[in-house]
């Protein structure tokens, strides 16, 4: 009996770290996004609140806290409240079955990617509905744009990832970082993006687009839509849209980490050199935490460099990308991973 | 075995429970907090400052829903080859299991071809 509350004060822990370490990314992501949007365009962005503007996206929480919650006449109004709560809610429990260390995860399911896959596409509905429900025709049009860009994209995720497959020989998540371990010449690390260099582009695209990020943002095409499916939404209830995008956006960089960069193994070269170091309870426990920020680290800045670097692509172009484009380039990486991998085996 | 695999879901249910909590409280507290000051004009739908004109409950594009349609047939493919790309090193030969796999891919792939040809991917 002891050891049943033992086990769910553990996992209430676990459970408040990785809530922590989701929620808390937040801001600091939207800081990132702002400081860096700001230097790639010369300026100085948020400079006011706290050092560097750190505060800047706390100040902007309160604000929004604060502000009065709009409630249009035309609405349908059960949908037009449950939709945030759905468009929030997938993207978080996404980070129920992450491997943030070797043991900090909620819980290692053995179909864990399967989870991912499936649970992260349940969001599209929250969108759907905030679209619909907001009885307005650009929220109409951009729930529609959402909904059509985001299964079209699905499925090049979904294929892509059946060559990382096809190596690890599981779907759960802290089996495939544990196939990555190890090194090739002694300096290489045995991560799945250099059989699957193919797998990770077409990954990374699909990500983009899953996460409406320019430069696939047409869902919310400030221009022509001017702000998509939540145009109807105030206060809180934009922050949860707002919230459930950059949540996803660290969602998919951690399944991107865990499936192509080897989650949170150590970096090559230097991670033997820094580990050798530190002491042993150091690295056992915080250093993969540690490896495996920097690496979405370094993919969340990417996003932000890729928005503010390239234009926003066109509807039909977009379509036609994903379609003629992408999805048979991912069912050419199956089949050529399958060989490959049959060459690897003999 | 199965009653340890149905009990690793529980963490993941209660993880559930929080983010629902965490959400919904969030839509609960900004309607209590924040001042309430609505008139006709303000909560009229928005259309760029124009007076709206007619419902949004109108026909769009049927486009929207063969991609849908589409996107089931092709979903479905997708779920069919996890299992495989799991099992794949353990096809005895290894051969026999890719070749039965490139069968069912050339089928999809002949689909794929006929929607191409139907232009029912066209979107200009």
Request: charged letters at 15%.
């Amino acid at each position: 009996m002891e050891n049943v509350w033992l086990y769910l004060l553990i996992l209430l822990l676990k459970m408040i770290g990785v809530i922590t370490f989701a929620l808390l990314g937040v801001p600091v992501m939207v800081w990132v996004e702002r400081k860096g949007s700001g230097h790639i365009q010369h300026r100085h962005g948020p400079l006011y609140v706290g050092p560097f503007g750190v505060m800047q996206p706390i100040a902007d929480a309160i604000k929004l806290f604060l502000k009065e919650d709009i409630t249009p006449a035309a609405v349908d109004r059960p949908l037009y409240f449950l939709a945030p709560i759905m468009a929030f809610v997938p993207a978080l429990l996404t980070f129920a079955v992450i491997p943030i260390g070797p043991h900090l995860q909620v819980a290692d399911i053995n179909i864990g990617l399967l989870f991912v896959m499936a649970i992260s596409s349940m969001g599209v509905y929250g969108l759907v509905m905030a679209g619909w429900s907001s009885n307005n025709k650009y929220a109409l049009l951009g729930g529609l744009r959402t909904a059509a860009q985001m299964i079209s994209y699905e499925l090049i995720l979904g294929l892509s990832v059946v060559g990382v497959l096809m190596y690890s020989g599981s779907l759960s998540l802290q089996e495939i970082v544990k196939a990555q371990e190890g090194v090739w010449l002694g300096f290489i690390p045995r991560w799945f993006v250099i059989p699957q260099f193919l797998g990770w582009v077409l990954f990374m695209v699909a990500a983009f687009a899953e996460t409406n990020r320019l430069p696939f943002d047409l869902p919310e095409a400030e221009t022509e839509l001017v702000a998509g499916y939540h145009i109807e939404y105030s206060s809180m209830k934009f922050a949860l849209f707002f919230m459930a995008e950059y949540v996803a956006m660290i969602s998919i960089s951690c399944v991107m980490v865990v499936l192509f960069f080897g989650g949170w193994l150590p970096l090559p070269v230097i991670g033997p050199i820094v580990e050798s170091i530190l002491p042993v309870f150091v690295v056992s426990y915080l250093m993969p935490v540690v490896w495996f920020l920097m690496k979405i680290g370094f993919f969340l800045f990417f996003m932000v460099w890729v928005r503010f670097t390239f234009p926003r692509l066109r509807y039909d172009q977009l379509m036609k990308l994903g379609w003629k484009v992408l999805l048979p380039l991912a069912i050419f990486n199956v089949f050529l991973s399958g060989i490959i991998r049959m060459a690897g085996l003999t | 075995m199965q009653e340890s695999a149905i009990l690793g879901y529980l963490p993941i249910l209660i993880f559930f429970a929080l983010a629902v909590a965490i959400g919904g409280g969030m839509v609960v507290v900004s309607t209590f907090l924040g001042r309430k000051n609505p008139n006709p004009e303000k909560i009229s739908t928005y259309e760029c400052g124009m007076v709206p004109f007619k419902d949004a409950r109108q026909r769009f594009d049927v486009r929207f829903y063969l991609v849908a349609m589409l996107f089931i047939l092709f979903d479905i493919e997708v779920v069919f080859l996890y299992p495989w790309a799991v099992l794949f090193t353990r096809f005895d030969p290894v051969i026999f299991g890719f070749v039965e796999m490139l069968l069912f891919i050339f089928v999809l792939l002949f689909g794929y071809i006929y929607v191409l040809r139907k232009g029912a991917l066209d979107w200009s």
